[in-house]
Every structure is written in structure tokens, then in C-alpha cells.
């Protein structure tokens, strides 16, 4: 070990550093480069208790002035002051060191290897290494650790391997127990092992991304949001059939012992499909595209062959055709296997069984994520009207039907003996409704996805259609006009261009749109009202024949913090759904 350091700065215009150690030599000439070649001189263990320093230029050489040869002055001499014992250099010295002092293993999921050293800081003594206990649970060994006990001598180190292997105890929160020379040195090691669920589900899964908001409203119907959630979490719920026999037996063991535990689950959504062969020890993965999957360095990420033939490991770098790990697989792969990212997920207490007499049996399996997935806002792929999204693509319906509701908050007087007074402090009501669509690949998909990360659940408002004939107008609207005739419905009545049913999208047969704002509306006679508008109509007019539908467009919020996706393949084919309702800002 080098106990001295001569550094010289601008050297052939390069920095050296030079290290001297006990019974050697300093190197004569050293210092040629200044025009004065230092007689060489020899060191004999010194007192790092004294140290002093001797310059010439950018010249420094740190040397014992108690017990050593003293440096030459070859100019001018600058000594040191004497080394303070509250420095890092008398915490080091006359004392034995454990490295790592503590181990945070994380979540284990496959088998892992530390290294460990024993350092005998003790300048003049040795040290015994009487003992090593191992008080941290099953599936914890060494690998080349020496005989005990050995004999550790002066600034001497002994070093050795701790395996931790991916069965045993789901817990972990124990301690490496070593006595060097009778004195004990305790080192927590604490983390949590991590079981594999990789039974793909049967087509059809639900996932659910759940964000948090408070929602504070106002007498007037206005309202503050707060949003207590800035990523989602999420529900995965599964239903796995296995045929009778050694399927069936596999999971239905690991439920009856680890359901309460951490497990790992493939996102089955977002795998990438292996396109070359790997062998064995292979730390990278070539794959088709990861650019729709949530791949992130640090994460685990599952190498898939069958439910018996997989690796997890930790992703080291990602790019749009690759995927590397921090380790090697232990199994050989071949093109068209699989690589998924995993999330880490609890299982409800509940697992529901059912099966017939014979044949196969259903396990299903809610799995809740233990943290909040990855934020993925991201909006680009809407249109947007105001500053914010507009969702005026198709809305999809369940069944043949699609469901609303008006909202009005109203308090009543009732003594139940006399009159019934009812009043309410808004001055219109809120629509409730909803919101699906369908992505029919992985982009569409990542695009939804992002889409739902950036609303937020309940916390940002955005505009979207009504999906109904709200106004009928009755004439042409000429280019550069300001007006719309309408049918008589009472617009001009009970609305009166007041918000949320200010604005209107007039729908063309060809599926293009126009948007404008009401500024006012008047009604014409019994039959006909004529409404007001902020900007003219398009140059070269829009005929009455090409206008599929007047919808009003309003501004709302999701009117939960639940969003519901509907996996029909891996393919990225789905159903998105979410409630909406009207917001009054």
C-alpha cells in the first residue's frame, strides 16, 4: 500500500502521480523537468501522526519529519502543520474496517452476489479474524471466504463473496455478525424477496389506472382541485387457466404461500419480440421496437420464454431495438421469445377458483402495483380548442345505448306539515357522462395512456363534444356570416350562450368539424331563433346538406380518479373508458 504521494503538475504537459511505499525507494529525478534532480533517498516506516510538506513550484512531496528521511529543501520549504487527530485520517487508522458497512438489498427476484471486505486499519498490529454469523435468514451463503479463524495482518484486507439467493424468507431484515479479535461488528442487511407471476392471462384482462384528487366545490358549483396523485397506480385483473396436472399444481401452490408477499408481474401489454437467438450469459436482447413499452433503466424487465424458462433481471440501457441488463441471463432464447417490463404487485386477499369436474381450473387474481407507475403525459395526438384538449373523436358506446345525467345541487325546505320551498344556489346544471374509445394498435394505446397520465383523473379540465344533436339549423351558413338559424328549441330561452353550452361543433358529412363560440342568441318567432357568433363561417359557406350534427362542446373533468382499460390482445387492441362531468370555470 502506497503511504506517500508525490504529484508534479505540468510534466511533459501532463499530471503524474507517483506512490511510495514502506522500504522503497523514491525515484531519483523526478524533478529534472525544474532543473534540480533530488539525490534518490529511501523510507523507513513512517509516522503518519507528523506529516510535513515540501514544495518547489507545483512541486508537493508529503513526508514523515519523525521517524523518515527528511526531503531535502531543494528551494523554498513550506512544512505542514501537524495532522489533527479529528481528521478522516485517525477514523481510518487503528481500527477495523467492515465495507459495506450496511446492505439494502432492494427486492430480490433472482440470485445475487456482493462482495465484502475485512480491513485491518492497524499500522503496527495484526488482527485475528476470529468469526463470521450469518443472522439474516435462509438463502444467505459466502463463496471464498478464508478459514477461520485467520490472521489479518497490517493495513491487510480479506475479502469474500456473499450470495443471496431468490427462495427463502420473503422478508429479509437480519444482520453479518463478524468478531475480529473479540471485538463484534454487527452489519445490517435488510431487503425483500421477490416471487414471479408469469402465467400469461387469458384474453380480455382489465387494467386500471387510479389517481387521487380532492375535489373542493363551491356553493356556486365552482370548484378547486388538488391533485394528491401525480402518477397512477394500478390494478391488473387476471384470469389464468391452467390445465389439471403439474399447471394447475404450480400456481396453485405458490398462491397457497406467497399471496401475501411481493410479486413480480409482467406487463403482458407491452412485450417486445426477441429477434435473434441468445445463448446462455447474453446481457443484451436485440427486440423489434420498444418505443410503446415502459422500459426504465433500474427496473426489472422479464426475459419470456414459457412460465418455466425465464429471466428477470435489472435493465442497464434502453433504445428503440435493444434492451440491455446489469446481468447475464441464465437461460439460452430464441427469436420470437419475449421481453416485458415488470412492475412489482400485491395480490387482493381474495384469489377466486372455479372449475368444472374434470379438465382445467380458473384462478383469478387482482393485483394492485406496490408504487406508482412512470409518468407518461403526453397529450401531442389530441386536438385541443382554448389551450386544452378537445376529445372530439368518436365516442364509444356500451352496446347500443350511451347513459347521461343532469346534475343540479338543490337544497329543500320541508317540514313536512306545509309548503315545500326548493332553491339552489347554481344557476345551471352539470351534465354527467362518459368518455371511450378504441385503440386499435400499441401506439394508439401508448398515445390513450398518455393521454389519461396527463388529465390526471379528476385534475385537469378538457373539452369535449356532447356526441348528440344539441342545435337544427335550418338554413346555409353563407361564407363570412356571423349568424345560424335554428329551430325554435328554447336556446335563446333558458340557455342564452351561458357556459357550458357556449360553444358548438358543427359536424360535416365528410368528418371534418368547424368550432365556433355563441356571443348571443335571440329567438325569431315560435319556430325559428337566430344565434350570434364570435367569427365568421369558413370561406365558401357550409351547406345545410353537409352538416351531419350540431353538438355543443363542453368543458369537463373525468368524474372519477378511475380509468378502466380493456386488454383484448397484446397487440394493443383495447377499450379506454372513463366518466366525465361538467366543470363551471
Known amino acids: 500500500m502506497a503511504i ?23 525515484p531519483a529525478g523526478l524533478s529534472a523537468s525544474y532543473g534540480d534532480s533530488p539525490p534518490a533517498w529511501s523510507v523507513v516506516r513512517p509516522n503518519f501522526e507528523d506529516l510535513e510538506v515540501f514544495s518547489v513550484g507545483s512541486f508537493s512531496l508529503y513526508a514523515s519529519s519523525s521517524t523518515g528521511t527528511k526531503a531535502p529543501a531543494f528551494a523554498t520549504v513550506r512544512q505542514g502543520a501537524l495532522r ?20 439494502e438489498l432492494g427486492n430480490i427476484i433472482s440470485d445475487q452476489q456482493f462482495n465484502f471486505s475485512v480491513f485491518n486499519g492497524y499500522r503496527y498490529d495484526d488482527k485475528t479474524f476470529n468469526s463470521l454469523a450469518l443472522n439474516a435468514g435462509a438463502g444467505i451463503t459466502t463463496s471464498g471466504l478464508a478459514s477461520l479463524p485467520t490472521t489479518l495482518q497490517e493495513l491487510d484486507t480479506s475479502e469474500f463473496t456473499l450470495l443471496v439467493d431468490s427462495d427463502g424468507a420473503s422478508t429479509i431484515n437480519g444482520t453479518l455478525d463478524f468478531v475480529v479479535s473479540g471485538v463484534s461488528i454487527s452489519v445490517p442487511i435488510t431487503g425483500a424477496r421477490v ?29 378547486q382541485r388538488i391533485s394528491l396523485r401525480d402518477r397512477p397506480r394500478h ?43 441468445l445463448a446462455i450469459g447474453a446481457t ?4 423489434d421496437n420498444t418505443d410503446y413499452s415502459d422500459f426504465k433503466v433500474g427496473d426489472l424487465a422479464i426475459v419470456f420464454q414459457d412460465e418455466t424458462t425465464f429471466d428477470a433481471l435489472t435493465v442497464d440501457t434502453v433504445t428503440s431495438t435493444s434492451v440491455t441488463y446489469t446481468s447475464p441471463t441464465n437461460f439460452a432464447f430464441n427469436a420470437g421469445d419475449t421481453v416485458m417490463p415488470i412492475k412489482l404487485s400485491f395480490a387482493e386477499p381474495t384469489v377466486s377458483r372455479t ?79 362518459s368518455k371511450g374509445f378504441l ?11 398518455g393521454l389519461v397520465h396527463a388529465l390526471r383523473g379528476q385534475q385537469t379540465s378538457f373539452f369535449m363534444p356532447t356526441f348528440a344533436q344539441d342545435i337544427t339549423p335550418t338554413q346555409n351558413l353563407s361564407s363570412g356570416g356571423t349568424t345560424m338559424e335554428i329551430v325554435n328549441g328554447g336556446y335563446s330561452r333558458f340557455v342564452n350562450a351561458r357556459v357550458p353550452h357556449a360553444t358548438i361543433r358543427v359536424l360535416l358529412t365528410d368528418g371534418t368539424s368547424v368550432l365556433r363560440d355563441i356571443s348571443s342568441s335571440t329567438a325569431v318567432d315560435a319556430d325559428t331563433e337566430q344565434l350570434t ?3 365568421g363561417w369558413p370561406g365558401g359557406g357550409i351547406l345545410l346538406t353537409d352538416i351531419a350534427r350540431v353538438d355543443f362542446i363542453e368543458k369537463v373533468r373525468m368524474g372519477t380518479d378511475k380509468v378502466k382499460i380493456v386488454h383484448k390482445n397484446n397487440a394493443g387492441h383495447t377499450s379506454v373508458k372513463f366518466a366525465t362531468v361538467t366543470v363551471f370555470e
Request: hydrophobic share 35%.
Open 84 to 103: 489533527n487527530e479529528s481528521t478522516c485520517g485517525a477514523n481510518w487508522f487503528e481500527d477495523v474496517h467492515v465495507i459495506p458497512r450496511s446492505l
Open 355 to 433: 372449475r368444472p369436474p374434470v379438465g382445467y381450473e380458473d384462478f383469478r387474481v387482482i393485483f394492485k402495483t406496490k408504487e406508482q407507475g412512470s409518468d407518461l403525459s403526453d397529450t401531442a395526438a389530441f386536438s385541443t380548442y382554448s389551450t386544452k384538449v378537445l376529445l372530439d373523436g368518436p365516442n364509444v358506446m356500451d352496446g347500443n345505448t350511451s347513459s347521461a345525467s343532469l346534475r343540479r345541487k338543490v337544497s329543500v325546505l320541508d317540514s313536512t306539515t306545509g309548503l315545500v320551498v326548493q332553491s339552489s344556489a347554481w344557476d345551471r346544471g352539470k351534465n354527467a357522462s
Open 439 to 449: 385503440t386499435k394498435s400499441r401506439q394508439e394505446l401508448w398515445e390513450a395512456r
Open 4 to 26: 506517500f504521494s508525490a504529484v508534479i503538475n505540468n510534466l511533459g504537459g501532463m499530471s503524474s502521480q507517483v506512490g511510495v511505499g514502506t522500504d522503497r525507494l523514491f
Open 195 to 223: 416471487v414471479m407471476f408469469p402465467y400469461p392471462p387469458e384474453k380480455g384482462y382489465t387494467e386500471e389506472l387510479e389517481f387521487l384528487t380532492d375535489v373542493i366545490e363551491r356553493m356556486d358549483g365552482t370548484e
Open 235 to 277: 390494478t391488473f385483473d387476471f384470469l389464468v387457466r391452467r390445465e389439471d396436472g403439474i399447471e394447475k399444481q404450480r400456481i396453485a401452490n405458490l398462491m397457497f404461500d406467497w399471496q401475501s408477499q411481493l410479486f413480480g408481474l409482467p406487463i403482458w401489454h407491452e412485450a417486445v419480440v426477441i429477434t435473434a437467438d
Open 533 to 535: 357568433i364570435a367569427s
Open 284 to 287: 443484451a436482447t436485440p427486440v
